[in-house]
T-cell receptor, first 113, second 113 residues
Framework: DAGVIQSPRHEVTEMGQEVTLRCKPI?????LFWYRQTMMRGLELLIY????????DSGMPEDRFSAKMPNASFSTLKIQPSEPRDSAVYFC???????????FGPGTRLLVL | QKEVEQNSGPLSVPEGAIASLNCTYS??????FFWYRQYSGKSPELIMS????GDKEDGRFTAQLNKASQYVSLLIRDSQPSDSATYLC?????????????FGTGTRLLVSP
């Protein structure tokens, strides 16, 4: 299995621009999670899906953030407009069972100038 | 009080020594506990999972769980420089009928040759 795939691996953009991060979960995993990691706040859960349906988006910072999962093999996290404080590493993770471990993708390093 | 607390470190140990990493959690209903290792610039990867009180050993790693004290620990025997990384404690939490993981901010471990 290829594992969780994320793209792009690195993104540098200017404040105000739209940023779209992409994730392909491991085949057969019904749960997909988006996390943000910073030195100050650690690993924070932004939103998670079960069978393509958003279950909990209470971690999404504000309306500038949105996430979709149009099918079982693809999810996007969009930031519009982006701000410098959004600079972080964004991880996608998936699991077949919410009680079990999650498998992380390589992450997207986002820098907003 | 944070839901999952870890000492940020760094914890410095000489090669060959035992490294002890600790974690406390606040939700008494938590039933699944995980230790992840994260190398700099990489994504978290699962080291150990533990579900019942007591010790669980896997090679050089031993996870210890004490639900009464709401305490989880990870012992690394015969520490190697390659063990130098940040160790994240994760605890499951029930939310809206599903379980999700809450991560600590991690303990940085440095193993010196």
């Amino acid at each position: 299995d290829a594992g969780v795939i994320q793209s792009p691996r690195h993104e540098v953009t200017e404040m105000g621009q739209e940023v779209t991060l992409r994730c392909k979960p491991i085949s057969g995993h019904d749960y997909l999670f988006w996390y943000r990691q910073t030195m100050m706040r650690g690993l924070e859960l932004l939103i998670y899906f079960n069978n393509n349906v958003p279950i909990d988006d209470s971690g999404m910072p504000e309306d500038r953030f949105s996430a979709k999962m149009p099918n079982a093999s693809f999810s996007t996290l969009k930031i519009q407009p982006s701000e410098p404080r959004d600079s972080a590493v964004y991880f996608c993770a998936s699991t077949p069972d919410s009680r079990e471990t999650q498998y992380f993708g390589p992450g997207t390093r986002l820098l907003v100038l | 009080q944070k839901e999952v607390e870890q000492n940020s470190g760094p914890l410095s140990v000489p090669e060959g020594a035992i490294a002890s990493l600790n974690c406390t959690y606040s939700d008494r209903g938590s039933q699944s506990f995980f230790w992840y290792r994260q190398y700099s610039g990489k994504s978290p990867e699962l080291i150990m999972s533990i579900y019942s009180n007591g010790d669980k050993e896997d090679g050089r790693f031993t996870a210890q769980l004490n639900k009464a004290s709401q305490y989880v620990s990870l012992l690394i025997r015969d520490s190697q420089p390659s063990d130098s990384a940040t160790y994240l404690c994760a605890v499951n939490k029930w939310d809206t009928g599903f379980q999700k993981l809450v991560f600590g901010t991690g303990t940085r471990l440095l193993v010196s040759p």
